[in-house]
């Protein structure tokens, strides 16, 4: 009985994680152009370092399933949306590898979470900003430079966004990476 209660609270907090990464995804974050500091990323950031790779990655998969079942996606193709809109937000499942079992969490675990989910997310938007955005290349840059620009700063944007403000969690509202049974 206990292991289906969990499953439940499991699911539950998958769902309305994809679920509030996909509002904050409504709200306008353009720096300019393309460039984004994707701010929705967190709670599924959150997700995976509060449960694991598995619930990081279904949260990530529910989230990109979202947008494009809403029309909030650009879609030019079909490998383009897999790309950017199912492989991208499931990456971020990959913080899951820097879970912290204890209340007394460490910094560093964290922005490595962070550091390399992120990351990944970018590298695949920059594969797909080679293959499918090249055509909207600011006049002189290649599809490569273009790509690189847009994706690495909103990576590097994004990041350190999301570093500053799970920093912030992590001092001020530590049992949210917790989950409550292994606190009891």
């Given amino acids: 009985m206990s292991n289906s209660k969990f499953d439940v609270r499991l699911l539950t907090e998958i769902a309305l994680m994809a679920a509030l990464a996909f509002i904050i995804s409504l709200i306008p974050n353009t720096v300019y152009g393309w460039i984004i500091i994707e701010i929705a990323c967190i709670p599924i950031l959150i997700l995976s370092l ?17 947008t494009i079942i809403t029309g909030h996606a650009y879609i030019l193709a079909p490998s383009q949306a897999f ?8 990456s971020l499942g990959l913080a899951g590898f820097f879970r912290q079992r204890k209340l007394e969490l460490r910094y560093f675990p964290v922005v490595i979470g962070v550091l390399i989910a992120v990351l990944v997310k970018y590298t695949l938007h920059f594969i797909a900003g080679i293959i499918f955005w090249s055509q909207y290349a600011w006049k002189g840059w290649g599809a490569v430079a273009y790509s690189l620009a847009v994706n690495g700063i909103s990576g590097v944007l994004t990041a350190v966004a999301a570093i500053v ?10 049992k949210v990476f917790v989950p409550k049974n292994i606190l009891n």
């Fill in 165 to 174: 403000i799970l920093a912030i969690f992590v001092k001020k509202f530590p």
């Fill in 50 to 66: 509060r449960r694991g790779l598995y619930a990081g990655f279904v949260g990530g998969l529910v989230w990109g399933i979202l």
């Fill in 83 to 90: 790309i950017e809109y199912i492989l991208a937000p499931v």
